[in-house]
């Protein structure tokens, strides 16, 4: 079993930035792509981010230009910093990492709000 553990969550003024962390129990190089999701009551989950183990990345159109992927090989860690959040981007935002040879595994989630 792997697991994620997410952090990096809170309360945010428009136009403010956040930095999510994802701590995985295993090595990023196993792990084919580590992606950021969220979810708001009422809707479906949706990918707002991820990165490759090669190192590419992908953004939904609603991220793109104000994401950045950090990756720390040291601390299997992988965070997404967002920019110029707006009160759309209110979620809970969840990690999803797929491991080689065993699958994908999700964080439980942390909380992100964006108002003044």
């Known amino acids: 079993q792997v697991q994620l553990v997410e952090s990096g969550g809170g309360l945010v003024q428009p136009g403010g930035s956040l930095k999510l962390a994802c701590s995985a129990s295993?090595?990023?190089?196993?792990?084919?792509?580590l992606g950021w999701y969220r979810q708001t009551p009422g809707n479906e989950r949706e990918l707002v981010a991820r990165?490759?183990?090669?190192?590419?990345?992908e953004f939904a159109d609603s991220m793109k230009g104000r994401g950045t992927f950090f990756r720390d090989y040291d601390k299997n860690t992988v965070s997404l910093e967002m920019n110029s959040l707006k009160p759309e981007d209110t979620a809970v935002y969840y990690c999803?990492?797929?491991?080689?040879?065993?699958?994908?595994?999700w964080g439980q989630g942390t909380q992100v709000t964006v108002s003044s």
């Open positions: 295993v090595g990023l190089s196993n792990i084919a792509n």
């Open positions: 999803s990492a797929y491991v080689y040879s065993y699958g994908r595994f």
């Open positions: 990165i490759f183990n090669s190192g590419s990345t």
